[in-house]
């Protein structure tokens, strides 16, 4: 007797059967892989973004009336109470889209802080960004403009004029055709209720030449607190940078 078995053979049918069913298998791990890669986009980029993007005490507008606010020697301006249980440094410059972006989702946010008492700001404008402006000077003049209006120690006004520097139809565009003329800026300061005497300071671009020695200034300090990363919108406390990538850096700061 032989002990050999008969040669395999090959079932054309079953083969048929296999290969679709690998083709399935293949489809059915193709599409769970896709929904998987569709999950960690929602977990790790949708999300995070959407909670980050959020506006902070949407509608609160300015500070109250009352408010004090002043020039300081460095050429920033600091509002609100200067014995506030947290200050902290902001350094922006009016033509920066960031910086738009920034006082369009904290700013409603730090005005209610500084109006609780919890808060002072101390803003540091740049100007850094005048090359990308279609005058050229145009971060240095609103800079002017501002320290204008800051003089006043009116702080609701000031706050409102900071807020309406950085609105649409208002802040220039970087690398844009146009931008303000001082007689501009001034009329954007009259219509939040500036006086007489601002509208001229600012017309007449009073000070600027403060705005553009601050500036210089301020640009130093940063580059010496942030190992020379210097960049706007960046906010500083106890002189350490403040992630201001997470929605709630405020109430992690005031602790509210």
């Not at 049918?13 to 296999?18: D, T, V």
Request: proline share 4%.
């Amino acid at each position: 007797m032989s002990s050999k078995k008969p040669p395999k053979k090959y079932n054309a049918a079953k083969l048929g059967n296999n290969k679709r069913n690998d083709a399935l298998l293949t489809y059915v791990l193709g599409g769970v892989a896709i929904v998987a890669i569709i999950v960690l986009i929602v977990i790790f980029v949708v999300l995070p973004n959407t909670e980050d993007t959020e506006v902070q005490a949407e509608g609160y507008g300015s500070v109250q009336d009352g408010t004090p606010v002043k020039v300081i020697d460095s050429g920033g301006v600091l509002l609100g109470d200067p014995d506030a249980p947290v200050k902290i440094d902001a350094y922006e410059d009016f033509l920066c889209p960031a910086c738009a972006q920034f006082e369009h989702q904290f700013g409603g946010a730090i005005n209610q802080a500084i109006d609780n008492g919890q808060m002072a700001v101390q803003y540091h404008t740049l100007d850094f960004l005048n090359k990308y402006s279609a005058s050229g000077d145009y971060s240095t003049r609103a800079a002017g403009a501002a320290l204008c209006v800051a003089d006043t120690g009116d702080g609701a006004l000031y706050s409102k004029f900071h807020s309406a520097l950085f609105q649409d139809g208002v802040k220039p565009e970087e690398q844009g055709s146009t931008d303000l003329s001082n007689a501009q800026l001034s009329d954007v300061a009259k219509q939040v209720g500036a006086d007489d005497a601002v509208v001229s300071c600012i017309a007449d671009g009073a000070k600027v030449d403060v705005a553009k020695a601050g500036a210089q200034s301020s640009m130093q300090q940063l580059s010496d607190k942030t190992g020379g990363q210097v960049s706007t919108p960046t906010v500083l406390h106890d002189g350490k940078k403040v992630n201001i990538q997470t929605a709630d850096w405020i109430k992690q700061l005031t602790g509210q």
